[in-house]
T-cell receptor, first 110, second 115 residues
């Protein structure tokens, strides 16, 4: 079945550092891909998404490109802020099937 | 305000005592789902519903029941809770699949402890 694998955390960075969180997937068809963010004590909220190969999702300075050839959807940000500290989940959706990665906790220090 | 609400937010109970966690959305979404979040395992789907009176099992349905009598509500029922159901639970909703792979909107979570 479909699955999502993302890099394990925790990840600790200094403010203004470059961020990459790796995400790879396996799927039988052509899923849509998502990054969700979870701030402390809250539910998940959509950060960005891509629905087909080579699409780039972007939001709040974060970007991820749907790479079908490498089955990847890595999350990047050029300069992180303390307010970006959260848990990030990579996810895919194929029809009714929704799969999440284990989550990566990011801490950004001033 | 468009939102998904869950109640209660926190619950401590004992083994075998039936409980219900409510979930309600005000966005007229067809699709609703329940997940549990455990450390190192991410979110795992318990049950989902495509519309009123249509429900189906997710990856970890054992020990849980759901019902969808109204479009806005999707309660999660634990008939006889056990300690291995101690977890953080999330309800989510999205528009139906027709027209696009829509993202899900999540509730704030219910932290359940079963002693």
């Amino acid at each position: 079945g479909d699955s999502v694998t993302q890099m394990e955390g925790p990840v600790t960075l200094s403010e203004e550092a470059f961020l990459t969180i790796n995400c790879t997937y396996t799927a039988t068809g052509y899923p849509s891909l998502f990054w969700y963010v979870q701030y402390p004590g809250e539910g998940l909220q959509l950060l960005l998404k891509a629905t087909k190969a080579d699409d780039k999702g972007s939001n709040k300075g974060f970007e991820a490109t749907y790479r079908k050839e490498t089955t990847s959807f890595h999350l990047e940000k050029g300069s992180v802020q303390v307010s970006d500290s959260a848990v990030y989940f990579c996810a895919l959706r194929e029809g009714n099937d929704m799969r999440f990665g284990a989550g990566t906790r990011l801490t950004v220090k001033p | 305000e468009a939102q998904v609400t869950q109640n209660p937010r926190y619950l401590i109970t004992v083994t075998g005592k039936k409980l219900t966690v409510t979930c309600s959305q005000n966005m007229n979404h067809e699709y609703m789902s329940w997940y549990r979040q455990d450390p190192g395992l991410g979110l795992r789907q318990i049950y989902y519903s495509m519309n009123v009176e249509v429900t189906d099992k997710g990856d970890v349905p054992e020990g849980y029941k759901v019902s969808r009598k109204e479009k806005r509500n999707f309660p999660l029922i634990l008939e006889s809770p056990s300690p291995n159901q101690t977890s953080l639970y999330f309800c989510a909703s999205s528009p139906g699949l027709a027209g696009g792979p829509y993202e899900q909107f999540f509730g704030p979570g219910t932290r359940l402890t079963v002693l």
